[in-house]
Antibody, heavy 120, light 110 residues
Framework: QMQLEQSGPEVKKPGTSVKVSCKTS????????VQWVRQARGQRLEWIAW????????NRAQKFQGRVTITRDMSTSTAYMELSSLTSEDTAVYYC?????????????WGQGSLVTVSS | QSALTQPASVSGSPGQSITISCTGT?????????VSWYQQHPDKAPKLMIH???NRPSGVSDRFSGSKSGNTASLTISGLQAEDEADYYC??????????FGTGTKVTVL
């Protein structure tokens, strides 16, 4: 059974960074891609970035250029998203989702979401 | 990359059919047959309902169908049921190897 387990809620101050984890199981992590999506309360889904796990290749939405870093740890089958220079507008639920196998352009499997609150 | 355009809300009575549109550009929806549709109930993670414009993942009801013409994709829900009341989002792969989501549509079952 494919599962994505995300890290818990975070409260951060403006100007700091947050790192959200997405631990996967039930599939071959190295043959997948992981995307990150966020959703502010009552707002639409917003695509952030993705990583092709096997090669480590990443791509991100222009809006997040220079502010988001996507990494993975093959030894623990975990993907990470780090967002820096946080503002209150980054307060949202952050989701990871897996494409298995990579290249199918379909994200069937989603984490439960991680709430990030940015507040002074 | 601007969000794909969807109607804010669509409603229908039980048993009826409704269609949600998703309009993009030649750099996303019109570029490839890589449009997906997601259903999201309140405080839940999105669920993939359609991928590659018109393909249903295993376990998704055949009451859900997708299509595309030019830069506009559509999701049709036939035989509307109370459990279909949710938010729906389209998503498209783009020519710069990113993804973009739609503005979202709230489906109400009257």
């Amino acid at each position: 059974q494919m599962q994505l387990e995300q890290s818990g809620p975070e409260v951060k101050k403006p100007g700091t960074s947050v790192k959200v984890s997405c631990k996967t199981s039930g599939f071959t992590f190295s043959s997948s891609a992981v995307q990150w999506v966020r959703q502010a309360r009552g707002q639409r889904l917003e695509w952030i970035a993705w990583i092709i796990v096997g090669s480590g290749q990443t791509n991100r939405a222009q809006k997040f250029q220079g502010r988001v870093t996507i990494t993975r740890d093959m030894s623990t089958s975990t993907a990470y998203m780090e967002l820096s220079s946080l503002t209150s507008e980054d307060t949202a639920v952050y989701y990871c989702a897996a494409e298995v196998p990579q290249g199918t352009i379909r994200f069937d499997h989603w984490g439960q979401g991680s709430l990030v609150t940015v507040s002074s | 990359q601007s969000a794909l355009t969807q109607p804010a809300s669509v409603s229908g009575s039980p048993g009826q059919s409704i269609t949600i549109s998703c309009t993009g550009t030649s750099s996303d929806v019109g570029a490839y047959n890589y449009v997906s549709w997601y259903q999201q109930h309140p405080d839940k993670a999105p669920k993939l309902m359609i991928h590659d414009v018109s393909n249903r993942p295993s376990g998704v009801s055949d009451r859900f169908s997708g299509s595309k013409s030019g830069n506009t994709a559509s999701l049709t829900i036939s035989g509307l049921q109370a459990e279909d009341e949710a938010d729906y989002y389209c998503s498209s792969y783009t020519t710069i190897s990113t993804y973009v989501f739609g503005t979202g549509t709230k489906v109400t079952v009257l």
